[in-house]
């Protein structure tokens, strides 16, 4: 039975926010979410969050996740204490019952590290290390004459030997869930911080003749904390390059690795290519041969195969089919569906719309509310009126039928398959199928008129 402990109780004074530590983002989400999204890939028991500072915020932000459990550390009086809070909720279920403590502020640690540190348990207790070129400020593991762990020293607790050690604790460890309550249960607070440490549990098992093994990250960043502004901004693009370097190795063509974003999922097809400064957001899948201007921001999205996104246009929550072209300078709203083969321009808004197979709105309009059929061609300047100030209307355009520049289809209305619409229109009926409708006030010239002059 595996128990996953994760502490979030700290306030995170260097990052000069009223916003917890532990929901700070990192690559559009916050850092908490991601050591859970690890953490449930080892399909565990039980997960238990120790909250504190901000604990409100961090328990609305994770509402409605029926495996996760919450308990309050208050006052904070170090990782020990923290681990002590959590133990009434620790599962066993006899046989090798294990806890794994993972931190909230330590946000990239994968799963098949985690996975290492369970299996170097070896039955006993594991220690997740890594060896800093400086290790200032980070607890030492002390090994004896066989290069056994024998106990882990805090940096303000250490002699100048230990100071010298290059191998430092990460903080997450497993141990046998049994075994650690009684540890925790006999720590103390008498060293320079006054606070019972997590780390004294390894000192205890050593004493008790149970063997501590290490294990070591896949990657030195998967062991990296946050604790300011500047190390929460160093470590969003590590992880963007790390992302990028994971889709290079699938065939995707970044113009420039380190000018991309992602901040969700981002699934690519064969010899999809990618300009820079393009952000990705939520699930957005692209296609074989989908093409990817500069500067664009995609959201939640499904690009057809063939298609084509230009510099600066936005995209969310919208489907684009096969050999389309949206932009540059396209927005498409929610529930926008853009057909195969159709065209959306630049300065062009669709929102809650479907264009058909070959329909065009080259430029400066907006398609709300509106079913446009298949080969339809929208002029500059329209609109569709789809908001009396209360409520929402459609607008049905069929097939083949063309709307002249600066018109404007006051919904609900419908225009009829191969129906013409002048320029200038303002239509407030339905237009009838093959014919030209119009609505304009007969062209006159003013005789003898002149232009206001300026008084003097």
């Known amino acids: 039975m595996l128990n996953i402990v994760i502490l979030a109780a700290g306030l995170g004074k260097r990052m000069q926010s009223d916003l917890p530590k532990v929901l700070h983002p990192l690559a559009g989400k916050p ?3 991601h050591v859970l999204e690890n953490a449930r890939k080892l399909s565990p028991d039980r997960i238990v969050v120790v ?12 509402a409605g996740q029926p495996d996760l459990s919450f308990v309050l550390q208050n006052p904070q009086q170090g990782t020990g204490h923290a681990v002590q809070q959590a133990v009434p909720l620790l599962l066993q279920g006899g046989g090798d019952d294990a806890t794994l403590v993972l931190y909230g502020d330590v946000p990239l640690v994968q799963a098949p590290t985690l996975e290492g540190l369970l299996r170097a348990r070896q039955g006993g207790m594991a220690v997740l290390t890594e060896k800093l070129a400086d290790p200032t400020g980070y607890g030492r593991i002390v090994r004896d004459e066989q290069g056994q762990v024998r106990r882990i020293v805090e940096h303000k607790d250490s002699t100048p030997d230990e100071l010298a050690i290059n191998e430092v604790n990460t903080g997450m460890l497993a141990a046998p869930t049994d075994r650690l309550k009684a540890w925790l249960a006999g720590l103390d607070n008498n060293n320079a911080q006054g606070e019972y440490y997590l780390t004294d549990v390894v000192g205890m098992a050593v004493r008790d003749g149970v063997a501590v093994h290490a294990a070591h990250a896949g990657a030195s ?7 300011s502004r500047v190390q ?4 969003e693009r590590i992880w963007q390059g790390e992302q990028a370097r994971r889709l290079l190795e699938q065939g995707v063509t970044l113009a420039d690795p380190a000018r991309f974003d992602l901040r969700g999922s981002l699934q690519c097809g064969r010899d999809v290519f990618i300009d820079v400064g393009c952000v990705f957001e939520g699930e957005v899948a692209l296609a074989d041969g989908v093409r990817v201007g500069p500067h664009c921001v995609v959201g939640d999205a499904a690009v057809g195969e063939g298609s084509r996104i230009e510099a600066f246009s936005h995209v969310r929550q919208a489907v684009i089919g096969a050999r389309a072209q949206v ?14 083969e159709a065209h959306v321009g630049n300065f062009v808004e669709i929102k809650k719309s479907r264009l058909g197979r070959g329909a065009k709105a080259n430029h400066l309009a907006y398609i709300g509310d509106a079913q446009v059929g298949q080969r339809v061609n929208i002029g500059a300047g329209t609109i569709t009126c789809n908001y009396d100030g209360a409520n929402k209307f459609q607008t049905i355009i069929e097939d083949d039928a063309f709307i002249g520049s600066d018109t404007q289809l006051v919904a609900p209305v419908t225009v009829g398959r191969g129906a013409t619409l002048g320029a200038g229109t303002t239509l407030t009926r339905d237009a009838p ?4 409708t119009l609505s304009r006030t007969a062209q006159k010239t003013i005789p003898g008129w002149t232009r206001p002059t300026k008084k003097n």
């Not at 909250?51 to 994770?62: W, Y």
């Open 232 to 235: 929460q901004a160093q470590l």
């Open 31 to 33: 850092m908490l979410a």
């Open 433 to 436: 199928a093959g014919q030209l």
């Open 51 to 62: 909250v504190g500072h901000g604990a409100q915020q961090v328990r609305e932000s994770f």
């Open 221 to 227: 960043w998967e062991t990296l904390g946050v604790n």
């Open 327 to 340: 932009g540059p300078y396209a927005r498409l709203r929610p529930g926008a569906d853009v057909g195969d």
